[in-house]
């Protein structure tokens, strides 16, 4: 049965207010769908009641799907005693973030019902800045001691396995908990049972500290294609891991918010669906002034060549043409960079090389484009004027182009994030630089 | 060691010529860092060299990791013994990818050096469509038949873990072949020996079929969380898996290309870095051309209004902060709706509450940007021209918001891709509304 199927017999076993439907249904659900449905329920009591529906384990996995307001809302209602019991079922990760965005109420009843090591653990997750690999890493990973025979390692991961977020990654640790190596599961269930671990783990073990960026955790673990990525805390010390998981989850968001900065949005307090209106107009009002103001040159730009344009009036036709392609030949460029920077693909080293190109495929399309601007133009407004457009559209293609590639690799250098270099703002730098260049030119060629 | 450090090592190994530290270098590096080093070596013999330097199992992973070109070229260079057991130990998705860009003539000579379950399997592979599940899916799945006890179960895993790509999740199949259900090496190594599969494992699999995209098999191994997912043929029967690795590539190739998509950038042959300029031209140029003849349309209304212009030249000063703020805000909302659609966090039934929120977005970003250039506009040209620039205003980013948002839902609910509502898409709409808008308005308000 699809998720549909499924929302929509639990919705009737609701409905009949069947009971024992409710909670076979409610079993067949899988987390994520079961969050889904809780979430789009609205109505509060339903969803305590669907959710206490299930056993506690599927219940931790479930709230864990759960966006984090919903959590804390829900978590607000629920007695402190079944809500400490759900906290200590879920993984220390999902855990701190709840945490993080209780009320100081809910958090204080809430921590003297968890044990001592949940509580010590609450603290130290807590402690990490939002966006490093501290503050999104589980401390639940799976590490055995170094000296161990295989079967020993197995039977300690057997052991520990029920509260790991993963034991297919068991960390070698030596007894002052440094890293000293990692090994599979796949390795350790194939090997002699009486070898040991120590000459079979790998000893290169790419590893991240808790300062690290989240976004590269994510890329660290997409380019070595790792189930985990063990954290280090400053003295070197194995102190949590980041799962696969959470980091698809880091880089589909990274993704999106390197996309909106394209479009100058900020960051807003929710997924684009549950944003509010104001969350909205505060992500979008600040850049939409600053350029009114930025383009304000451009205005002073026309304006400057006033006499030109009462002299050959025809010229405005051609005027939105020629700064639209300079906008969008350097949006293009622009967006090439910033992805090329995001993903690893370019670097700043590169830039000799990528110079050369980009001046290269920026002149063709500079020439493929005066020339279609030139046939346009011998119709419209005779050869002279025809002349000075196609010279500009060259001209402003490649400057265009030339800035939405040079700015991205600026902003790199100067340690600001590429994606600033924003479509919007390229196009206002091209649009600046098209009216310059047109209407001097044609003051130039053709006279006032 | 960090990456840098053990490259160094083997770069200064290489120089001089010491065979031993080469092959203890090589063994220490990382398959990915491997095959970075490889790709970046640009020396044909010695590519070759550090590639043979490698055990067989190791060779495969990092020729894996090669990116397709590299793989085609040094193909081709190897002798057909060597490339049949190279090709032989890598997985099967990753054979099938490099198969698909073979020479004729290597791959002929290749393909009869297989054994007659890869040659199968290969053509298998090779019969579905680029971009679904088929194309990226792997057949080195691990199943396990029904009826089995877990004792049972482990030992069919071990004794097949060699050539699967993952072991973690084993997938319980009939006689027929037909998915019943999944079970983690997890739930297994902790379940009693003697129990059966059939009762522990979790029936209610998530799983996608041949033809689904690769994008929406992305998007559900990410929303569950999931570390395979199972492919199933048109008979439902299991024919491959698609791991979390895999998925996380096609996540990040699917954010590059619809951000390339947003600035009317189209498919490259390679990546960035890696693309001709001839490439990169053909990208780029067909849509510039297409915007350019689209501008006309502004130019055109532009020289509608020569008459007015003319008589308030005073209004055109305004006109680029105009027109630039509509395309600003249309380009917000596309790329804000773009990838809320693309990510699965907004869908097409969700159109009244967003049209709904982005009216009172808009209309407020639009108050503020009227009243931002009120004040400009009064200093600059008086009262009248000013009123008639802030009344405008309001109407455009209303008008450009609209657009933004619009034309992404319109698109996906005619099955188009969203991402083809690219930002100078709709900038250029915007420009033409907005020049009408300014000119017809200052036309009945001024007069000519």
Redesign the interface.
């Known amino acids: 049965?699809t998720f549909e199927d499924?929302a929509r017999a639990l919705e009737a076993a609701i409905a009949r207010d069947d009971r024992d439907a409710i909670a076979q249904r409610v079993a067949?659900?899988?987390p994520?769908d079961m969050a889904d449905f809780i979430e789009n329920v609205r109505q509060p009591e339903l969803e305590i009641e669907l959710l206490m529906a299930l056993p506690l384990e599927r219940r931790a996995d479930t709230f864990g799907y759960l966006p984090l307001p919903v959590q804390q809302q829900l978590a607000s209602r629920l007695p402190p005693a079944v809500l400490a019991e759900l906290v200590t079922a879920m993984p220390a990760d999902e855990r701190a973030d709840l945490f993080n965005v209780l009320d100081e109420g809910v958090r204080r009843l809430l921590f003297t019902r968890l044990a001592r090591e949940e509580r010590e653990d609450l603290r130290r997750l807590a402690s990490y800045e939002e966006g490093t690999a501290g503050a999104v890493m589980t401390s639940d990973y799976a590490a055995v001691p170094n000296g161990l025979t295989v079967a020993e390692a197995l039977e300690t991961?057997?052991l520990t396995?029920?509260d790991k977020e993963t034991?297919?990654q068991a960390f070698v640790v030596d007894k002052d908990h440094r890293l000293k190596g990692v090994i599979s599961?796949?390795e350790l269930?194939?090997a002699v049972p009486s070898s040991r671990v120590d000459d079979l783990m790998e000893r290169?073990v790419?590893s991240a500290d808790v300062s690290t960026s989240q976004e590269e955790v994510a890329r660290l673990?997409?380019?070595?294609?790792l189930?985990a990525l063990p954290i280090l805390n400053s003295g070197g010390k194995l102190v949590g891991i980041v799962t696969?998981?959470d980091?698809?989850?880091v880089?589909?968001a990274e993704?999106?918010e390197?996309?909106?900065k394209?479009?100058?949005?900020g960051k807003l307090d929710a997924?684009?669906?549950e944003a509010s209106?104001l969350s909205?107009?505060r992500s979008?009002?600040h850049?939409?002034?600053v350029?009114?103001?930025a383009?304000?040159f451009?205005?002073?730009g026309?304006?400057f060549f006033?006499q030109t344009?009462?002299a050959h009036?025809?010229l405005?036709?051609?005027?939105?043409?020629l700064?639209?392609?300079a906008?969008?030949?350097g949006?293009?460029s622009?967006?090439?960079?910033?992805?090329?920077l995001a993903?690893g693909?370019?670097s700043a080293r590169?830039w000799a090389k990528?110079l050369g190109?980009e001046i290269?495929?920026a002149g063709?399309?500079g020439l493929?484009?005066a020339a279609?601007?030139m046939v346009?133009g011998v119709f419209r407004a005779g050869p002279e004027i025809a002349a000075v457009v196609a010279l500009t559209m060259m001209l402003v293609?490649m400057i265009g182009s030339l800035i939405g590639m040079g700015l991205p690799f600026l902003l790199d250098k100067l340690k600001f994030d590429p994606a600033t270099a924003s479509?919007?703002l390229i196009?206002?730098l091209a649009?600046v630089s098209g009216?310059l260049i047109y209407f001097g030119l044609a003051t130039v060629l053709l006279g006032i």
């Open positions: 049965m499924l067949e659900l899988n994520a991961l057997r396995a029920p034991i297919y599961l796949r269930i194939l290169e790419v673990i997409s380019r070595y294609d189930l696969y998981d980091a698809m989850d880089a589909e993704a999106t390197d996309m909106h394209g479009a100058t949005v997924s684009f669906r209106p909205l107009y979008r009002v850049w939409l002034v350029l009114v103001f383009n304000i451009t205005g002073a026309i304006a006033e344009i009462s009036i025809a405005l036709f051609f005027m939105p043409l700064v639209a392609s906008g969008n030949a949006a293009q622009a967006t090439l960079m910033v992805r090329g993903t693909d370019v590169d990528l190109r290269l495929v063709a399309l493929t484009m279609a601007v346009v293609v479509t919007p196009t206002t649009d009216v």
